[in-house]
């Protein structure tokens, strides 16, 4: 079965940075399109960063040129690098993998969350 499971979360000032990992287990990583998304309470789940299975990549205006995501293959999993991290970026992280271009028939998968607060 497919399994994706976050980790890096924690506590950072302003300005500062963290890298988030989503690793994954199952056989469909490399034909998924990879996401991070985030909720902040009393917030939607919104799309932080997405790449592709071809490695191309897409950002959430409000992180552009801070964040960025990539991915290994060989380690199956996705990275989220984030840097002069904001107030605003306090939110509970999710990973998500979409294998339905290649496997239409599949849902999309989701970890369970790590949390990511700035604070001073």
């Known amino acids: 079965q497919v399994q994706l499971v976050e980790s890096g979360g924690g506590l950072v000032q302003p300005g500062g940075s963290l890298r988030l990992s989503c690793a994954t287990s199952?056989?469909?990583?490399?034909?998924?399109?990879m996401g991070w998304y985030r909720q902040a309470p009393g917030k939607e789940r919104e799309l932080v960063a997405q790449?592709?299975?071809?490695?191309?990549?897409n950002y959430a205006d409000s992180v552009k040129g801070r964040f960025t995501i990539s991915r290994d293959n060989a380690k199956n999993t996705v990275y989220l690098q984030m840097n002069s991290l904001k107030l605003e970026d306090t939110a509970v992280y999710y990973c998500?993998?979409?294998?339905?271009?290649?496997?239409?028939?599949?849902?999309?998968?989701w970890g369970q969350g790590t949390q990511v607060t700035v604070s001073s």
């Open positions: 998500n993998g979409d294998p339905t271009y290649y496997l239409p028939r599949h849902r999309t998968y």
């Open positions: 790449i592709t299975s071809r490695g191309e990549t």
């Open positions: 199952g056989s469909i990583f490399t034909i998924s399109a």
